[in-house]
């Protein structure tokens, strides 16, 4: 059953990869055609007619466009991996070729992603290598020297592309019918394509004066002018298509896929989250078959569409519901362990030095420790926010009291407060247990962003890169995990202050065991803070 499901999903999979290919083509020929009929007649001997000497202008224009979607979905990922360094793979290589010691998973997975990077490059160089001749092909100003210009003007994309970090599937906060996605983006296409393209020329305008004498021309200044001209234009019109392809591979892979059987079948009345479920356990970590499946359970949790499918999690015996939240909860936990090392390796290494660059090789690799848990926080808030409506549901929609018997409420506050006080901690908040000297109130926990003396480690970190992507990120992750935890307390309001006053919050609320970040004290504290509705 297992096996079937992997199976119907890849094709799924493929499928999209084909129909990516095939939009593509034509959206290609279309710009192609109006490019050459409107943008570029001007310059050319004679406008452009069904020849078949515009056939022979199209085809490497299309083959060198299918190359590039080809090296896009090679390199495009929902996770951004880190690369390997060159000096990691010559050192790999060598241990291999000494000692025959294989590499650790890590590395070739970093090493498969440089090498992602260096096959797109070559793609991008390459393709506008051919695509910007094949566009300017007929045109009186077009020069030899046009060719290199066009090799440096696609390295330079391609560079940008991966600096950037464009090729990370980011998946729509709505999810609109492919056409409305697609016709919002070429707005944003054409803006993209004009500073892209502006910038190439620049570069590459740069680059020729270093050309060898016998790449260069001597012609006059008008010939000059619409050489430039037409080279500009085949550089947009290329620049184009590519965010054209961009973005329909986007939306196009983004697009939620639904891991269930048919309403009214066998399956669906008898066990309908199990190909969910089976693709949750059996997927390829970080693949984009693994978050199509969050992302399904994520709407199937929060949306009141599906509710047959929801009310399937809480089946008699529990086994179904338990294993959504272990699939939810573990990544939560990985990540709060994560962070919380990364925590401590920069509290070690921490100095006083106010310059990065002053820092010790130690010291910036506890900083990279402390920001890699930040990369996958698509997956992370899509974990909580499963975890806090199928919470907040249970408390209606569980007929047979799973949740509560199975200790799955005091799991999720638990991980989730333990979580957001590894966050805040990254953000710069110190958390302190009230002093036996102070009376007790409702803000019980005190939060501070720098001390008298020393600064605290992870406080030093925000204050000075408040525009990093670790600042952003660690906040939209805050924000997401008190907003979940709030869905949950919201619900169960009533009960909750009923076991306060009972003195039963940590028993009923909180998991007994050692936290993963923080001390069970301060979880009941923060727990405290949230139902008088004081937690920011």
């Not at 660690?474 to 909750?496: G, K």
Request: hydrophobic share 45%; glycine share 4%.
């Amino acid at each position: 059953m297992s096996l079937l499901i992997a199976i119907n999903a890849d094709t799924v999979l493929q499928n999209r990869f084909l129909g990516f290919l095939i939009w593509q083509s034509i959206q290609s020929a279309v710009v192609f055609t109006l490019s050459k009929a409107l943008l570029l007649s001007p310059f050319t001997s004679s406008p452009l007619s069904p020849s078949l000497a515009g056939a022979a202008a199209f085809l490497p224009f299309h083959l060198s466009l299918l190359l590039f979607s080809a090296s896009l979905s090679l390199l495009a990922s929902p996770s951004p991996d880190r690369a390997a360094s060159p000096l990691e793979l010559a050192l790999a290589a060598a241990r291999f070729a000494v000692a025959s010691a294989a590499p650790a998973p890590d590395l070739r997975r970093r090493a498969r992603v440089s090498l992602g990077f260096l096959v797109f490059l070559s793609a991008t160089a390459v393709s506008a290598f051919v695509s910007v001749a094949s566009v300017c092909w007929k045109c009186d100003s077009f020069s030899k020297t046009t060719w290199l210009r066009s090799l440096a003007v696609g390295l330079l994309y391609g560079l940008h592309y991966v600096y950037k970090r464009r090729w990370v599937l980011e998946f729509p906060i709505i999810q609109r019918p492919p056409f409305f996605s697609f016709k919002m983006g070429i707005s944003s296409s054409i803006g993209q394509a004009l500073k892209l393209s502006g910038a190439g020329y620049l570069v590459s305008a740069m680059l020729s004066f270093f050309l060898p004498d016998v790449y260069k021309s001597q012609v006059a200044m008008q010939k000059f002018l619409a050489e430039e001209i037409v080279f500009y234009a085949g550089c947009f019109v290329v620049f184009f298509c590519w965010e054209l392809s961009h973005h329909l591979h986007q939306v196009l892979h983004t697009k939620r896929l639904t891991f269930a059987p048919p309403k009214g079948s066998a399956a669906a009345e008898t066990n309908p989250s199990e190909p969910l479920l089976a693709a949750l356990e059996g997927s390829p970590p970080k693949s984009l078959l693994q978050y199509l499946a969050y992302l399904d359970l994520c709407m199937v949790c929060e949306r009141n569409v599906d509710t047959w499918r929801r009310a399937a999690f809480f089946e008699e015996t529990g086994e179904t519901y338990k294993r959504v939240l272990a699939v939810c909860l573990r990544p939560l936990e990985q990540f709060t362990l994560k962070l919380a090392e990364g925590l401590e390796s920069y509290s070690a290494n921490n100095s006083l030095q106010l310059s990065h660059q002053l820092r010790s090789p130690a010291e910036r690799q506890a900083d990279s420790r402390l920001y890699e848990p930040f990369q996958d926080i698509q997956l992370y808030v899509w974990c909580a926010r499963i975890v806090a409506s199928l919470t907040a549901h249970s408390h209606k929609e569980d007929r047979f009291g799973v949740a509560q018997l199975s200790g799955g409420n005091a799991a999720v506050i638990s991980t989730l407060v333990s979580c957001l006080l590894a966050v805040e901690a990254s953000m710069g908040k110190k958390t302190n247990l009230p002093s036996p000297n102070y009376l007790m109130g409702p803000a019980g926990i005190k939060w501070a962003t720098h001390s008298s003396g020393r600064r605290d480690a992870a406080a030093g970190i925000t204050v000075k890169r408040k525009g990093s992507p670790l600042y952003s990120r660690a906040y939209s992750m805050a924000d997401n995990l008190r907003t979940s935890i709030y869905c949950i307390l919201s619900v169960f309001h009533d009960e909750v202050v009923n076991s306060s006053k009972a003195g039963l919050l940590e028993k009923d609320w909180v998991l007994m065991s050692k936290p993963l970040y923080g001390t069970h004290e301060l979880i009941v504290q923060k727990l405290r803070l949230f139902l008088d509705f004081q937690a920011s």
